[in-house]
């Protein structure tokens, strides 16, 4: 009788408890979506914010709730945004191509060089904190493919100790332009076909001891540009892709290689 009571009462708490658990449920339970779990379902959920939304869940919730545009998905392209247009009724709406590109085309040892041997972790982040890298170019590529590790369509590899980026395979998700600690790595639009593979902003004559590759702000792309495309700023030049028409003069022009067309 001693040990019935106990087992009585812990019995009845455990059925109270799950009363309570189960009334609370249903008052607070919340309602699924089913519209937003399709579109979440349609999108390849690598929640790389380049919708411009924190997520996958975030930018369904927006064009199921918000009117958002059914083709900001970049990485999942045409076939995504056919999908969401499928379920929320709409008419398809094309998705413009993207895919990164390195701005460095320091391959080393045939165009640069390294300034020490380095022998700690082997990830670009680490070898950054010594030196700003190992590379005789403080804004080169490190080469240790921090990008590559994050690229989930092995769209990234390595050559001669720099990134180098299949535009085929790359779906401009933005996820290895998050991980190169030199902030190398940019996205384009697959239309536009030129870019500069030089990030450094060293005057010319200091880029001349480092890269044979390396942008020295001689200006040349610009005399040559008719669309007033491409300037020099700090010391390298930068293409502006709004009003860049891909005539590739500039790449002509450049006495150092550092444009690069595709």
């Known amino acids: 009788m001693n040990l019935l009571i ?5 019995v009845g708490l455990g059925l109270l ?3 309570l658990l189960s009334v609370f449920s249903k008052i607070f339970a919340v309602d699924s979506d089913e519209k937003v779990e399709e579109v979440v379902s ?11 939304f924190s ?22 392209g045409a076939d995504a945004a056919k999908k969401i247009s499928g379920i929320m009724g709409t008419e398809f709406e094309s998705v413009s191509r993207q895919a990164a590109f390195v701005s460095c ?54 050559a001669d100790e720099c990134a180098v980026v299949d535009p085929a395979r790359c779906t401009g998700c933005t ?21 500069v593979n030089c990030s450094s902003c060293d005057p010319g004559r200091d880029v001349i001891k480092t890269c044979q590759n390396g942008c020295i702000g001689c200006r040349k792309c610009e005399k040559v540009c008719p669309s007033d495309a491409i300037h020099v700023e ?26 690069s067309v595709l």
């Open 175 to 195: 996820m290895c332009t998050k991980a190169c600690p030199k902030g190398l790595i940019h996205i384009r639009d697959l239309a536009k076909t030129v870019y």
């Open 55 to 76: 997520g996958c869940e975030s930018y369904a919730k927006e064009i199921v709730h918000g009117g958002a545009a059914t083709n900001r998905c970049v990485p999942g």
């Open 42 to 52: 349609a999108l390849p959920g690598l929640n790389c914010g380049v919708c411009g």
């Open 6 to 10: 106990p087992i009585l009462l812990f």
């Open 234 to 259: 700090n010391n390298v030049a930068s293409i502006d892709y709004a009003k860049c028409t891909n005539c590739h003069a500039c790449a002509d022009a450049c006495p150092r290689g550092c444009i």
């Open 105 to 158: 085309g320091g391959e080393v040892p045939r165009v640069t060089s390294n300034s020490y041997v380095y022998e700690g972790e082997r990830t670009c982040a680490a070898c950054n904190l010594y030196y700003q890298g190992r590379g005789i170019c403080n804004y080169g590529c490190i080469g240790f493919g921090d990008c590559a590790k994050q690229c989930a369509f092995d769209a990234i590899s390595i």
């Open 17 to 19: 408890a799950g009363l």
